[in-house]
């Protein structure tokens, strides 16, 4: 069975600081993919990134940059100088890799709160 | 990028009344679409995932008979709640998948009360 696991239920910073945002998974697959949403006080899950099992670069975009290090099975995320624009619900989430007949569900983590304080 | 369209957006439904949600893929089709649940301070919890043109397929735990499944185009999903209860108060959302393609879309979602 696919998991994924926020250990961080809730993280405070001052505006300015740089948080990361752990996330470990679990799966039986050869070949999978990863996920970040945000989700805003408004609901909707805002995409952030994809990462698939064969590309183990790490990604930066902005303030924002990806870790994935398959050796521990963790994809991290860190936000560099956050805003208070930051403050979310961010998730990481799993699926496997797969055709569309597959189904293939998304599997997502417990999601961590960021308050990022002014 | 694709869009996947959501209504309502929110929701207030008297006790025992049915509530039916749609989810669109507006500029692609989806062969399978996908609905979630969400609790206050809690995941997105799959509820099932709906075929275009066969019978959604139900996580563990999930009433079928509670919540209608329809997927009867490649652009349209629809969830029904039937007979509401308070405890059916939650955020739905749904999510679909392109063709060729192993991104989800999400809907913006629907906040649904049962008072």
């Known amino acids: 069975a696919q998991k994924v696991t926020q250990a961080q239920t809730e993280i405070s910073v001052v505006e300015k600081e740089d948080v990361t945002l752990d996330c470990v998974y679990e799966?039986?697959?050869?070949?999978?993919?990863l996920f970040w949403y945000k989700q805003p006080p408004s609901g909707e899950l805002v995409f952030l990134i994809r990462r698939n099992s064969f590309d183990e670069q790490n990604e930066i975009s902005g303030r924002y940059s990806w870790n994935f290090q398959k050796s521990t099975s963790s994809f991290n995320f860190t936000i560099t100088a956050s805003q208070v624009v930051d403050s979310a619900v961010y998730f990481c989430a799993l699926s496997s890799w797969g055709p569309m007949e597959y189904g293939n569900k998304l599997v997502f983590g417990a999601g961590t709160i960021l308050r990022v304080k002014s | 990028g694709a869009v996947v369209s959501q209504h309502p957006s929110w929701v207030i439904c008297k006790s025992g009344t049915s509530v039916k949600i749609e989810c669109r893929s507006l500029d692609f089709q989806a062969t399978t679409m996908f609905w979630y649940r969400q609790f206050p301070k809690q995941s997105l919890m799959l509820m099932a995932t709906?075929?275009?043109?066969?019978?959604?397929?139900?996580e563990q735990g999930v009433e079928k008979d509670k919540f209608l499944i329809n997927h009867a185009s490649l652009t349209l999903s629809t969830l029904t709640v039937t007979s509401a209860h308070p405890e059916d108060s939650s955020f739905y959302i749904c999510s679909a998948r392109e063709p060729n393609d192993y991104g989800y879309t999400f809907g913006s979602g629907t906040r649904l009360t049962v008072v």
């Open positions: 709906s075929n275009e043109g066969s019978k959604a397929t139900y």
């Open positions: 799966t039986r697959d050869t070949t999978y993919y």
